[in-house]
């Protein structure tokens, strides 16, 4: 009964974590561009939520989210719903097996999806649409940067959750 009570804990400890970065990311820090650039803080909760419950936690969270981030982007296709579902699972796995479990190796995981995530977004426009590499750049660097504020808050909110959930 008590173990039972614990995965509900933590199941809704997810579910809070998921509506509030997409709140975030989709209704507030859209509004408020720097630099032309908006925060992606569902991949940030991804990396969160993979160190917390592992690669299947991960995968499921990533998916959920990466859903959700495309459609916030207003995105036809499914990148982030792989991208997120992948970086989940892998991001889970690291922290299973390698990494540990503190600040330092979740900034160095956020700041990697969140440039893999920028590099994703540019690759279309940069072969395909024949956009400039600088500009580009900068959008991407701004985008990380901007996004990179809010590991420390998902980081405790995600250390927060996985106290309540033991």
């Known amino acids: ?16 974590l998921l509506l509030i970065a997409y709140l975030l990311q989709d209704s ?9 650039a908006k925060p992606l803080i569902l991949p940030v909760a991804v990396v969160g939520a993979a160190m917390l419950g592992g690669r299947v ?27 997120l579902t992948l970086a989940g699972i892998a ?18 995981c956020c ?9 994703c977004q540019m690759f279309g ?4 649409s024949g956009q400039k590499l600088l500009p580009l750049l900068a959008a991407a660097g701004y985008q990380t940067l901007y996004s990179l504020f809010f590991t420390v808050p998902v980081y405790l909110l995600v ?8």
């Open 1 to 16: 009964m008590r173990k039972n009570k614990r995965r509900l804990a933590a199941l809704l400890l997810y579910v809070l």
């Open 28 to 36: 507030v820090f859209s509004e408020l561009p720097i630099g032309g």
């Open 57 to 83: 936690r991960g995968g499921v969270f990533g998916l959920c989210a990466g859903v959700l981030c495309d459609v916030a982007l207003c995105r036809p296709a499914v990148l982030f719903t792989l991208l």
């Open 91 to 108: 991001v889970g796995a690291l922290f299973e097996t390698v990494l540990a479990r503190g600040f330092l190796s979740f900034l160095l």
């Open 111 to 119: 700041a990697a999806l969140l440039l893999l995530s920028a590099f």
């Open 125 to 128: 426009l940069l072969f395909f």
């Open 159 to 166: 250390r927060l959750a996985g106290r309540k959930a033991r």
